[in-house]
């Protein structure tokens, strides 16, 4: 029998190994967790166009992923007593005693995806001091000034201030544009245009893509009925990026709106102010 070459040995053993499966793709327990309610808000200034005489006990959230060893936090809600005076939040906790029904302590939260520099989504940041804070380049760039001092009035002056001393710390991660992994199986999205660079998050789950939109899709209303949100710089790319959610979505139940007291009727479990998306 004629002999192989060493060339063609070397195939025959590479072809006897078996291919590598693909790592698999970090998948979170998503939770929707509420610290507290702001009554009678007018829907106006959450659906484009709304009846003027509408009013909604809109929920105050915050989202928790949990998986790949992370606790990661969409937003941090809210708890300065400046804003307790001024808004009167009724059943509030602070956000960082709110996770203590999923075992969640402050030092335990890993990250903060800050969706955009709004009082009631970045001002309880603060409240985890291990956390890395994750927020886009340009929405940090636009509204912080260098000394930490507010740019523009979107922001409190407080927010600002802290934002820059954790930033100087080395605790905050500016995310540069569009369709970002930023950690194993989460993606942040632009566009959606609540504010200057506002994001929202899609994170792998056992049921598919979840996306939390926070203030990008206000209500359901936003969502099903094609509404833009009522707070936005450009209501043709809210559109667009509402419909892009639906397109990332692993289904459309699994995007989760910012304010939509009805997230805690649709996902009912456990209860108690906490909604486990699935």
Do not use: C
């Not at 402050?106 to 903060?112: A, F, G, K, R, S």
């Not at 199986?185 to 996306?211: L, N, P």
């Not at 899709?217 to 949100?229: F, K, S």
Request: glycine share 10%; hydrophobic share 45%; charged share 20%.
């Amino acid at each position: 029998m004629r002999a192989f070459g060493s060339a063609a040995l070397g195939l025959l053993a590479l072809a006897a190994v078996p291919p590598s499966a693909p790592a698999p793709q970090a998948t979170y327990a998503v939770h929707a967790v509420r610290y507290a309610t702001i009554a009678g808000f007018p829907v106006r200034g959450l659906v484009a166009g709304a009846d003027s005489a509408r009013r909604l006990d809109i929920a105050m959230m915050v989202w928790v992923l949990r998986g790949d060893g992370r606790v990661v936090l969409v937003d941090a809600g809210f708890y300065r007593e400046k804003f307790l005076t001024d808004w009167k939040p009724a059943a509030f906790v602070r956000p960082s005693e709110a996770l203590a029904p999923l075992g969640i302590g402050p030092d335990d939260v890993t990250d903060i995806i800050v969706t955009h520099v709004h009082w009631d989504h970045l001002d309880g940041v603060d409240l985890f001091p291990r956390a890395r804070v994750w927020i886009q380049r340009e929405e940090y760039e636009y509204y912080v000034g260098q000394d930490g001092s507010a740019r523009r009035p979107a922001i409190d002056s407080l927010d600002a201030a802290m934002l820059a001393r954790l930033r100087a710390a080395g605790r905050v991660e500016l995310v540069d544009g569009d369709a970002r992994e930023i950690l194993p199986g989460i993606t942040v999205y632009t566009g959606g245009r609540h504010t200057f660079a506002s994001q929202y998050v899609g994170v792998g789950t056992r049921a598919g893509t979840a996306v939390i939109a926070s203030d990008n899709a206000y209500l359901y209303e936003n969502l099903e009925r094609g509404r833009p949100i009522a707070q936005t710089l450009d209501s043709t790319a809210n559109l667009a990026a509402q419909a892009r959610m639906k397109r990332l979505a692993g289904d459309p139940r699994l995007i989760v709106p910012g304010h939509d007291p009805a997230v805690f009727v649709r996902f009912p479990k456990p209860g108690n102010g906490v909604a486990i998306i699935e």
